[in-house]
């Protein structure tokens, strides 16, 4: 049994950066789609694919890597955790390394980045944050 699968979708990623993957997978969950939805919008991951597999369906992300082969993803790490959940209202949200970084919020509207959160105005879990 799994306690929490976002920080497994997150370490599966850092991971695969880690050692150069063209692309890691992981089991699939709407929650999983969403955030990586997310990181690809924002220009972290090139695409993802969800496959069916033996059991259940399995989420294909193709990580991103720079010209001269440098990691676009250098830090990824999961601010809200099971034991103690963390959120954001709008007016609390501040740039993550001076804009060239992203938290990647659970809102009302969906998971969406604190970019696109802030201009809906809506605040909600902070899930993870990525530079």
Known sequence: MMTDPIADLLTRIRNGVQVERP???????????SIVEALQREGFV???EV?????????RVNLKYGPAG????????RVSKP???????VSEMKDIRQGTG?????????????RE???????????????
């Open 23 to 33: 692309f890691v997978d992981i089991p699939s969950s709407k929650i999983k789609v």
């Open 46 to 48: 090139w695409d993802f």
């Open 51 to 59: 496959l069916d597999a033996e059991c259940g369906k399995t989420l």
């Open 70 to 77: 440098e990691h676009v993803i250098q830090h990824i790490e």
């Open 83 to 89: 034991g103690c959940r963390v959120y954001c209202a």
């Open 102 to 114: 992203i938290a990647v919020l659970s809102t009302s509207k969906g998971v969406l980045s604190n």
């Open 117 to 131: 959160a802030r201009k809906l105005g809506v605040g909600g879990e902070l899930v993870c944050q990525v530079w």
